[in-house]
Each structure stands twice: as C-alpha cells, then as structure tokens.
C-alpha cells in the first residue's frame, strides 16, 4: 500500500505589461494510491488517480483545467516466462461540469458524463515492477452519458437521448516508471483501443507522461502532458463567417506545470 498527494500553485501578477497578458492564479491537486497483493502466482494491483485544477483571470473569472478519476484493477496468474493471464478492469470519469470557452453557460461535460468503464481479459507482460505490456482481444469498452438533458451526447460518439455506447475491441496498454537520476522520477502510460466494428477507422489513443523534480522531502516540481485522441469525442467545426458547419474528432494535448507541497506514505 502506498501513494503521494500533491497541491501545487502557480500565481502570475501583471500591472500595465506592455507585452499583454493578464494576472492569473492556478492550483493543482493529484492524489494517487495503490494497494498491490501479490503471493506465488498470483497478483492483483489496484490503482486510484485523482486529480483537479482551477484557474483564475481578471476577464474569465473561476474555472477548471483539469479533472480526473481513474480507477484502475487488474489481476493476474502466472502463465509463462513473466506472462500472466489477466482481467483488466478500469472506470474513467470526472469530477465537476466543465464548459467550453468562452461559454459558460452551457456546460460540455460531468460527472459520469462521459464515464467510461472498460473490461479486457489477456495477456499481460511483467518482467518486473517497473514495466507492463497488456495485449487483450477481449475487451469491452463502454461509455456513459447519464444526463443527457444537460449534456450533448453527440459529442461522445452516442446518438441523441443515447445514455450508454457499448464497444467490443482490441485495446494494448503499457506502463512504465523509472528514476532517471536521484530526486527526478519519471512515469508514462499509454493506450490503444480499436473497435472491432470500425477496424480501420476507429480508434482511440491515450498517452500521460509525469516528470517530477524533488526539491526537499516536502516540495517537488511536476510537469505533465497529457496527448488524446477519441473518434467518439466530436468538435465544433465553423466556417470562415464564425457559422457551425459540424462536429469531428481532433487531437487534444493537455500540459501542467506546477510547483507544490507533496506527501508520500
């Protein structure tokens, strides 16, 4: 059993700037835990990321740039030469409504909308405590959209007053952690879905890489990317006169950079 949380802030403070801009303040919270069991053959790690950010500007006022929880449990028997046989389970959502900029009004998202929970049965590929390759052919991929009075679930891949889409796929997931010199630890996971319906022209991809800098026992530099691309996720599409003419899938990419207060148990 073991985790870290983290509160980092980032505080900017402009007064006639001539290079433009304006004063902003931003606050992270990440909180991770896990609870591994492991005896003979068998494994079972466990996995819980949560994670929410404001940010504050003279013009916009309050809102979020992150919000995350993840859930994630997979267990394993030994089958061959550091092979398991395993069941992967993983539930996927957020916190609070987020709204796009600069409307505010109408809110894009919410709590279990989107959620997603996927289950897969496969192979997984641990040579040691640092890294896994997950290959499954088995996997089911569910996504939800509870409140559709208030949320598009257009925007999610699900059809109009559609509340659940349900996917059967291949999905490969890796992780990896290392400390890269003393005080400086770096993690990456990563995923590849693939709708069995849509071989060819479905998928979805899903990266985070984590880097922290200690910098005492109590305070660390974070820095985060987060890259993303969901053929279910639809975006407003205009025209050059600012009218909408559709929605389609694009790449998003998330980065944070915060400097805060850690603790490890």
Known sequence: MGGDGTIGFTQTTLRNWAKGGESSLAALGVAKYHVNYSKKKLKWENNLELRYGMNRTDTK????????????????????????????????????????????????????????????????????????????????????????????????????????????????????????????????????????????TKFNFDWEQTLVMKVTRSINTRIMTHLIYDDNTKFPVYDDAGNQIGKKPKWQFQELFTVGFTYQF
């Open 61 to 200: 006022g309050l809102q979020k740039n992150d919000d995350k929880i993840e859930y994630q449990s997979r267990l394993g028997y030994s089958a061959f030469n550091r092979w398991y046989y395993s069941g992967d389970f993983d539930f996927k959502t957020q916190m609070a409504r987020g709204y796009s900029d600069p409307d505010h009004l109408r809110p894009i998202s919410a709590f279990m909308a989107p959620g997603y929970v996927t289950f897969s049965i496969g192979l997984d590929y641990k040579p040691n405590a640092d890294f896994s390759l997950f290959l499954s052919p088995l996997t089911s991929k569910t996504t939800y959209v509870n409140d559709t009075a208030l949320i598009d679930p257009t925007n999610y891949g699900l059809k109009a007053g559609q509340k659940k889409l349900w996917e059967p796929g291949f999905i490969v997931k890796t992780t990896f952690k290392k400390d890269v010199i003393e005080n400086i630890h770096y993690e990456t996971a990563g995923q590849i879905f693939v709708n069995y319906r849509y071989p060819f």
